[in-house]
Each structure stands twice: as structure tokens, then as C-alpha cells.
């Protein structure tokens, strides 16, 4: 890693920070000099990982705060309390996940997978993006899957009302990150803020072996070349915190090198059908909880 880092104390944004990828991405970047703020759900996981990534990297500049992704009310409160109590913001990193075998819904009435995945991300930007402007120049980073490029997604149902498919579901999720990606990178052209998507590739996480026989978990990880979180926290860094991406923008990475999306991600369409979409979604999930 670079020890001169454009990263270096600047204020990182992580979600999912206490498990997996996300664990890791903190832990690297906080070996990097940075100020890091970890997003988890559970207080008590969330500060047995502020610890132990103090003691591994000696940077005590580790903050947490808690945030449930799979209500968009609770998203909206995070993000409020955060702007009244925070003045800077230079880099956020959307790397929160779940994946389900089995069709759940949150609080919300969403399927939860798209909901926590993309929804919530998709809102967690848009109420953060004033601090990031101001912060500039400051990078957004989602965290997608090359999934994508082989389960097409129904953009007239997203959420899977009609038939519900785990892997499905989870493909739509990471498509809809990359569209938001690149829609949200022209709109952020002249900002200073980059926007840029990345795939960490198959990692052995909780996440990745849940719901799944022994058996499938093995062939899967002989046939994909499973990598350890550690590794698949690499791209997730390298694109944070790289002084060579300081003018890149709209792009989507893995192993740390510039990858073309699928070709319906490219469509400004269908980016600028689902930007509306999930407008819609949240503005009336948010109007039924007040």
C-alpha cells in the first residue's frame, strides 16, 4: 500500500464495516492514515471490530455509529444525525450486503435484498452528497458483483414481486449499483466527487456460504478461486485511496483493473429509469412511516 496515500487522513465512510470485506477495507484503510467511520447494525459486533482494528493498524482515529440499511427511515435518521454532528466527508464506500436464498421483505414492504444492497445505498448517497461536495475532491464507492453480467434484470420489476430467485435477486441488486453508478457519475461531472463501482470477486464471507449445503460451498470455491476477505478488500482500497484514480470516474473495477459493465448498465435509459424508480420507492416508503 501506498504510504503516501491520497487517503491519508481524510474521512472514510464504511458500511457493513464490522464483518467480511467491509472489516478489511476498514483495516486497510485505517492502516493508510485514514479516519475511519464505521456503519454496522449491531453496536456490540460493530465495537469488538473498532477494537481490534486499533490495536492491529495503531490508528485510534476509529469511530462507530449504527445504522439499520433495511429500514430507509432509519437510513434518513442516520444521515441526518451525521450531517448535525460531522463536517467532513471525503470518501464514502456503499459495501453493506446481504444475500437470501429464501424471499424476505423489510419493514418497508421491499424485498430485502435489493432494499439493503441498492435501495438504501441509492438513499444514503443522495442524503450525503452536500457533505461530500463540500468536502471535495472526495470518491464514492459501490460495492457491485460480476454477477451482473449474467442475470439480466427486469427493471419493470426489480423487487421480484412476480417470482422471487435468490441468485436473481442478488444479480438485480449489483445491476442496479453499476447503473447508479454511472448515472451518478455524470451527474456529478465538475463536482469533484468520483463515482466508481467495484467487484471484490468470489470472497468466503458469511454472506457468500449462508443458506448453502457444505458440499456446493466446496465446488463453488474450487471453481470461482475463492479469495480470503483480506483480498477482496483489495480493489474496494485500491480505488479509495489510489493517487492514479484521482480524475477517474464511471468506471467498474476488479483485481484492481478497469472491467466494461454489462451493456444494459450503459444505457442511459434504463440508469435514468431506475433513478426515478427508487425515488418513487423511497418517497413512499418514507411518506407511510411519518
Request: hydrophobic share 35%; with cysteine.
Amino acid at each position: 500500500m501506498q504510504n503516501n496515500s491520497w487517503i491519508r487522513g481524510k474521512t472514510c465512510l464504511i458500511t457493513g464495516a464490522n464483518t467480511g470485506i467491509g472489516k478489511e477495507t476498514a483495516r486497510q484503510l485505517a492502516s493508510l492514515g485514514a479516519h475511519i467511520i464505521m456503519v454496522c447494525r449491531n453496536q456490540e459486533k460493530g465495537e469488538k471490530t473498532r477494537e481490534e482494528i486499533i490495536l492491529s493498524t495503531k490508528n485510534d482515529n476509529i469511530e462507530l455509529l449504527t445504522c439499520d440499511l433495511a429500514s430507509l427511515k432509519d437510513v434518513k435518521r442516520f444521515s441526518e444525525e451525521f450531517l448535525k454532528n460531522h463536517s467532513s466527508l471525503n470518501v464514502l464506500i456503499n459495501n453493506a450486503g446481504v444475500f437470501n436464498m429464501k424471499k424476505t421483505i423489510t419493514s418497508d414492504g421491499y424485498e430485502s435484498t435489493f432494499a439493503v444492497n441498492y435501495l438504501a445505498h441509492f438513499y444514503l448517497t443522495r442524503l450525503l452528497l452536500p457533505l461530500l461536495k463540500e468536502n471535495s475532491p472526495s470518491r464514492i464507492v459501490n460495492l457491485s458483483s460480476d454477477i451482473h453480467q449474467y442475470f439480466k434484470i427486469n427493471l419493470k420489476d426489480p423487487l421480484m414481486e412476480k417470482k422471487y430467485n435468490g441468485r436473481q435477486a442478488y444479480s438485480n441488486s449489483k445491476t442496479a449499483i453499476i447503473l447508479f453508478t454511472h448515472k451518478l457519475a455524470r451527474e456529478l461531472q465538475e463536482k469533484g466527487v468520483l463515482v466508481n463501482a467495484v467487484s471484490p470477486g468470489h470472497v468466503k464471507t458469511q454472506m457468500t456460504t449462508a443458506g448453502f449445503p457444505e458440499w456446493v460451498t466446496k465446488i463453488t470455491s474450487f471453481i470461482l478461486k475463492t479469495q480470503t476477505p483480506e483480498q477482496g478488500a483489495k480493489t474496494s482500497v485500491y480505488v479509495a485511496s489510489s493517487n492514479d484514480l484521482a480524475n477517474i470516474t464511471g468506471k467498474y473495477f476488479i483485481k484492481c483493473k478497469e472491467k466494461k459493465t454489462a451493456k444494459m448498465t450503459q444505457d442511459m435509459r434504463n440508469q435514468n429509469y431506475l433513478w426515478t424508480l427508487s425515488e418513487k420507492l423511497i418517497e413512499d416508503a418514507i411518506r407511510k412511516k411519518n
